[in-house]
């Protein structure tokens, strides 16, 4: 196969949790993957390490989502080394929780800067450089559905991507490219446990019918489902992966 055909994904945020779990998807299923970092470029690297000692194709670019020359030359990079971009999955995170009365500018301001403007700077990049017949697969939270105390900023957020997700779908027309969201609940990585009590933890797991947290693996198929050939009628839609939570 020559570069130009095997398809490619960018996977941001992707040096850990979840996103580590869907860039290994995705090589599985035969994507060159571009593994995205902020920070942590030995864990980064060492998600690329695997991915190649399995068989696939994958290279580490490092990129804050939240800074627009930086989102450009991620693209690029995935551009000159693989010859094209297929797949955009918008992954990388963080999360601060407090009630509103509690939360200070930081909390929000980092949110909107990484969360939201980070998605919206890679959707805008991928709207021009995805080749026809792609993808964009956005992270949301099933915390939008179920409304908890604390996660009104983050979730907010959340929501505000469903939205975006909805009509870019839309705005995409006439290039065969889909664009959905995967909202899932809660999940075993840092993001979801660091700071918890054992018994809040406790009390999340069992509030989903399987009685369990979902594994970054239980994600990955879902956004590898939409993001592959299987998934190509469902177009603008948020996928709610969380056992039945909500
Ligand atoms: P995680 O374990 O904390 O990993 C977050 C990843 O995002 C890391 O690879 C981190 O890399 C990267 N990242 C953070 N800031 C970044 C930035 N400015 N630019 C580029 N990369 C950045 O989180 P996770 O639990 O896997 O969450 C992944 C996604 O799923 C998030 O969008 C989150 O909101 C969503 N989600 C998670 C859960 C859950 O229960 N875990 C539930 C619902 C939704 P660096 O260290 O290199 O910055």
């Known amino acids: 196969m020559t570069e130009t055909k095997q398809k490619t994904a960018i996977v941001t945020g992707a040096s850990r949790g979840i996103g ?6 995705l090589a599985r299923d035969s994507f060159n ?3 995205n970092y902020s920070g942590s470029e030995m864990a ?4 690329v390490a695997k991915i190649e000692a399995a ?7 490092k990129a804050d989502v939240s800074d627009v020359s930086a989102v450009k030359h991620l693209f ?3 551009e000159t080394t693989f010859g094209g971009i297929d797949v955009l999955v918008n992954n990388a995170g963080i999360m601060k929780l407090a009630k509103i009365v509690d939360s200070d500018d930081d909390l929000f301001d980092s949110q909107v800067a990484i969360n939201l403007k980070g998605t919206f700077n890679t959707m805008r990049e991928a709207a021009t450089r995805l080749r026809d017949g792609g993808s964009i697969v956005n992270l949301s939270t099933s915390v939008v559905g179920l409304k908890l105390e604390t996660y009104s900023v983050y979730a907010g957020i959340k929501a505000a991507i469903e939205t975006m997700t909805g009509i870019m779908a839309k705005e995409m027309r006439g290039r065969t490219i889909t664009v959905n969201s995967v909202a899932p609940g809660p999940t075993s990585t840092e993001l979801f446990l660091d700071g918890k009590s054992d018994e809040f933890i406790n009390k999340l797991k069992m509030m989903s019918p399987m009685e369990r947290l979902a594994t970054p693996e239980d994600i990955a198929n879902a956004v590898a489902f939409l993001a592959g050939p299987d998934g190509t009628w469902i177009n603008g839609q948020t996928l709610r992966a969380n056992g039945g939570l909500v």
């Open 76 to 78: 690029d990079s995935a």
């Open 33 to 35: 993957v571009v593994v």
């Open 20 to 25: 580590a779990a869907i860039a290994a998807r």
């Open 44 to 47: 980064a690297l060492e998600v």
């Open 55 to 61: 068989g696939g194709r994958a290279m580490a670019i």
